[in-house]
């Protein structure tokens, strides 16, 4: 029997592969002059994603007597787009990392790691076997960049430096929309699998959505230099076998000025404001993407009681925020977002019926010259810089993947 003629089998969603890996170079896969990859990939589990590949275009506007488009020309291309997680304290802190860009710990299990944006020297790795990767025990893995990375051909241990206060320089995304299903454009099967490659990816905007009685969710929105498809098979990845259930709103408790509050919902939002226009002559994609300043903003929902958060919107007091989510309940699977000084938004609370009143507070987060060290595990004096505008503490019982 003959299959011409037979149905193609379709891609689905469920069978998405989602892989990353930092970069020593922005929009450098890491790679020897071999094509050898140094280092191994990351997989995170995700609920959807939405990079896609934007190619501007060009519409001759030449007269001719047909009145009609004789040429079009491709332009500027354009990447970019949102990865949707349910929150756990071990899948994702390295893509926290790229969000705010500075990681401090010891790699000894059960430690806590705080992550936090970067001090004036950078973001320095000690090449301890804490942030190396040892695939057999699933330790969690760093890339040790170049000092300086001139032509991104070296591989060193040591650490790597960056200008003061950057971000991290990237990381390569590698999508999997086929689960080996998709024919190439002659409509064969690909040697090994079509893999979507996006290099040059950095966290323009990181987000959180909790509420008291679901999942917590993280959106980190991503944007990048260049789409290929690649025909290639699975990469090595890192995957710890027994990765932590996600959070929940039974996890999270929440604390405003050291006092234990009923939130009905939170967000928080963390933006880089990356500049995406930034194109040379000669080359069609991105030449690079500069953060700007980093903003954190976001809301909170709470039923009115008293008139003491209302009143430090009404006066511009500032608050410290912080909110933790205890997986076992027990302090050994944590994670916990600290926001040192908030000031609140928004407007007076009304009533719009005979339902419970409620209190929305829109809030900002801003810089903590010198916040108090009993808001870090490992102590505010213990880790550089001392001031911060947003702090992440992780506790995990394992290693981070």
Same mark, same amino acid.
């Given at each position: 029997m003959s299959c011409e003629g037979c149905k193609k089998t379709f891609a689905t969603g469920a069978r998405t592969t989602f892989l990353w890996m930092e970069e020593r170079c922005f929009g450098n896969v890491?790679? =020897? /002059?071999?094509?050898?990859?140094?280092?191994?990939?990351?997989?995170i589990e995700l609920n959807s994603e939405s990079i896609v590949n934007e190619i501007g275009t060009f519409n001759s506007e030449s007269l001719n007597p047909e009145r009609a488009l004789r040429r079009r020309m491709q332009g500027a291309s354009s990447i970019g787009g949102d990865v949707n997680v349910e929150l756990t304290n071990n899948g994702y802190a390295w893509l926290i990392v790229q969000a705010i860009g500075k990681l401090i710990g010891s790699g000894i299990t059960a430690?806590?790691?705080?992550?936090?944006?970067?001090?004036?020297n950078g973001v320095d790795w000690d090449g301890t076997a804490g942030y190396q990767q040892d695939s057999a025990n699933y330790e969690p893995y760093e890339v040790i960049y170049d000092d300086g990375c001139s032509d991104c051909t070296g591989y060193r241990t040591g650490y790597y430096e960056v200008d003061g206060y950057n971000m991290e320089p990237g990381f390569t995304s590698l999508i999997s929309r086929d689960g080996g299903t998709i024919k190439d454009i002659n409509g064969n099967d690909f040697v090994n699998h079509g893999w979507f490659r996006?290099?040059?990816?950095?966290?323009? #905007?990181?987000?959180? /959505?909790?509420?008291p009685t679901g999942i917590i969710t993280s959106t980190? /929105?991503?944007?990048?230099r260049e789409e290929e498809i690649v025909d290639m098979a699975v990469p090595q990845y890192a995957e710890r076998p027994e990765v932590n259930d996600p959070f929940s709103g039974f996890n999270g408790g929440v604390t405003i000025d050291?006092?234990?509050?009923?939130?009905l919902n939170f967000d928080m939002s963390l933006t880089n404001n990356l500049n995406g226009d930034k194109f040379c002559m000669g080359d069609r994609y991105r030449n690079s993407l500069p953060e700007g300043r980093r903003e954190i903003t976001g809301n909170i929902s709470m039923e009115l009681t008293d008139l003491i958060f209302y009143n430090?919107?009404?006066?511009?007091?500032?608050?410290?925020?912080?909110?933790?989510?205890?997986?076992?309940? =027990? @302090?050994? $699977? #944590?994670?916990?977002?600290?926001?040192?000084?908030? $000031?609140?938004?928004?407007?007076t609370p009304t009533a719009g019926g005979n339902e419970a009143l409620t209190q929305?507070?829109?809030?900002?987060?801003?810089?903590?010259?010198?916040?108090?060290?009993?808001?870090?595990?490992? @102590? /505010?004096? #213990?880790?550089?810089?001392?001031?911060? =505008?947003?702090?992440?503490?992780?506790? #995990?019982?394992?290693?981070?993947?």
């Open positions: 890491n790679e =020897d /002059a071999g094509g050898t990859v140094l280092g191994t990939y990351k997989r430690d806590p790691y705080t992550i936090l944006p970067v001090d004036v996006y290099t040059g990816c950095r966290v323009n #905007t990181w987000s959180i /959505a909790a509420t980190f /929105a991503i944007m990048g050291g006092e234990t509050q009923c939130i430090k919107f009404l006066h511009g007091t500032s608050a410290i925020f912080t909110i933790e989510f205890d997986l076992l309940g =027990d @302090g050994t $699977e #944590t994670m916990k977002i600290i926001l040192p000084r908030i $000031e609140f938004n928004g407007t929305p507070l829109p809030y900002v987060g801003m810089w903590e010259e010198s916040p108090a060290d009993s808001l870090l595990v490992k @102590g /505010a004096s #213990t880790v550089t810089p001392n001031g911060f =505008d947003i702090a992440i503490e992780i506790v #995990t019982t394992g290693a981070l993947v």
